[in-house]
């Protein structure tokens, strides 16, 4: 069974830039969760979709938004990126709505310059 | 709000010899998780703990689920050098809520 991708790996955008990220979830599971890991802050919850609806969401401001298709893929999308936005977005898959094991992909590498 | 605290941070050791890791919370949890991460790559799910006292076993690598309710260790027999990477622990406290992570423990073993 194939694991959770993500879209692009690597991404360079500019301050005020916004940028969309994608993630497949493993076949069957329905929960896609995003985190934000930087050196400083670690992982940290940004929001979950569980069957197309956002069901949980992490401290962070409205620049940062999420959606799921009917088909469980995800995307994330930042707006008026800022410098601070550099990190490591990881996507990660379980068969319910945050109550079963997390499988995380790789992870979209963004760097704003 | 809720916190996690890992210990240590970062250790060298030995091949061959034994690891010890663990996570203390702030609250109940009902879940804890542990991870490894590899450079470059996401967090793969190690170890999954749902019941309190609860001792589960991965080949060499063994967690258990505080009987508090508020602290989980993992421990890594006979380490070897693939074992090298950053280990988080993750707790949820209801069925609802998100994960919550530690900082991770940076292992580097001495080939």
């Known amino acids: 069974k194939a694991g959770v991708t993500q879209t692009p790996r690597y991404l360079i955008k500019t301050r005020g830039q916004q940028v969309t990220l994608s993630c497949s979830p493993i076949s069957g599971h329905r929960s896609v969760s995003w985190y934000q890991q930087t050196p400083g802050q670690g992982l940290q919850f940004l929001f979950e979709y569980f069957s197309e609806t956002q069901r949980n969401k992490g401290n962070f401001p409205g620049r940062f938004s999420g959606r799921q298709f009917s088909n469980s893929r995800s995307e994330m999308n930042v707006s008026t990126l800022e410098l601070g936005d550099s990190a490591l977005y990881l996507c990660a898959s379980s068969l319910g709505s945050l109550s079963y094991e997390q499988y995380f992909g790789p992870g979209t590498r963004l760097t704003v310059t | 709000g809720q916190q996690l605290n890992q210990s240590p941070q970062s250790m060298f050791i030995q091949e061959g010899e034994d690891v010890s890791m663990n996570c203390t919370s702030s609250s109940i949890f009902n879940t804890w998780l542990w991870y490894k991460q590899d450079p470059g790559e996401g967090p793969v799910l190690l170890i999954a703990?749902?019941?309190?006292?609860e001792l589960t076993s991965n080949g060499r690598l063994t967690a258990q689920f505080g009987i508090t309710r508020k602290d989980s260790f993992l421990n890594i027999s006979a380490s070897i050098p693939s074992d090298v990477g950053i280990y988080f622990c993750a707790g949820r406290s209801g069925s609802q809520g998100n994960l919550i992570f530690g900082k991770g423990t940076k292992l580097s073993v001495k080939p």
């Open positions: 703990l749902y019941k309190a006292g």
